[in-house]
């Protein structure tokens, strides 16, 4: 079965930085495009970023636009979200998925989800 796993996360100043890593197993993750989403608390899953399979294309939300950058190494099954300049408003749980739809069949993997703090 399919696994993601996140890591990275963890408590930071604003104005710090990040960088979430998310390890796939168990598919073929070439195939699949990836995004990070974020949850914080008493509010809605947002999807913050997004990379195609094969990395030639990337989207953000507004709110994170020129500070975010999402990346994948396909070599070693693993997508990352490098933030910076992090603002209080970033805290959340992040989640990494990866999502494939072809053929109208839809394939999804979730992460566990990993906690990100921006306190002083």
């Known amino acids: 079965q399919g696994q993601l796993v996140e890591s990275g996360g963890g408590l930071v100043q604003p104005g710090g930085s990040l960088r979430l890593s998310c390890a796939a197993s168990?598919?073929?993750?070439?195939?699949?495009?990836l995004n990070w989403y974020r949850q914080a608390p008493g509010k809605e899953r947002e999807l913050v970023a997004t990379?195609?399979?094969?990395?030639?294309?990337?989207n953000y939300a507004d709110s994170v636009k020129g500070r975010f950058t999402i990346s994948r190494d396909n070599a070693k099954n693993t997508v990352y979200l490098q933030m910076n300049s992090l603002k209080p408003e970033d805290t959340a749980v992040y989640y990494c998925?990866?999502?494939?739809?072809?053929?109208?069949?839809?394939?999804?993997?979730w992460g566990q989800g990993t906690q990100v703090t921006v306190s002083s």
């Open positions: 168990g598919f073929t993750f070439s195939a699949y495009a």
């Open positions: 998925n990866a999502h494939k739809q072809r053929f109208g069949v839809i394939s999804d993997y």
């Open positions: 990379i195609s399979s094969s990395a030639v294309s990337t």
